[in-house]
């Protein structure tokens, strides 16, 4: 039997912690709203050859450029082709660790499933 006044288990102290969680929620979901605003707007630099090609793409993975230097075109198609194919690496590879980062920020390292 339960004693007074906590019903279904549900004391003022539940009900503040829903309230909270909630809070944080919603919190949440406005940083993740400004997150994909900013992460569209960044670029990232991706490079090969020692920067004879540069990929740049946004936060979010979309392409934006590609730079060619022309002592690249010099090296023949399947080396050109190497070096755009390692550069596009370079941007993914920076890419999805800057998303990592932004979003362990973003949760201030609450174990979500997931992530």
Known sequence: MTGKGQGFGF?????????????????????AKRLQEELEQMEILGESG???????????QEPKRVE???????????????LVTAAMKDAYLKSTQTMRERMEELTGGLELPGL
């Open 11 to 31: 004391g003022l102290g539940k009900v503040k912690e829903i309230a909270d969680a909630f809070k944080k929620a919603q919190e949440m979901q406005q940083g």
């Open 50 to 60: 020692g920067g004879l090609v540069k990929v740049i793409i946004s936060g979010n």
């Open 68 to 82: 060619i230097s022309p002592n690249a075109l010099n090296e023949g198609p399947d080396v050109l082709s190497d």
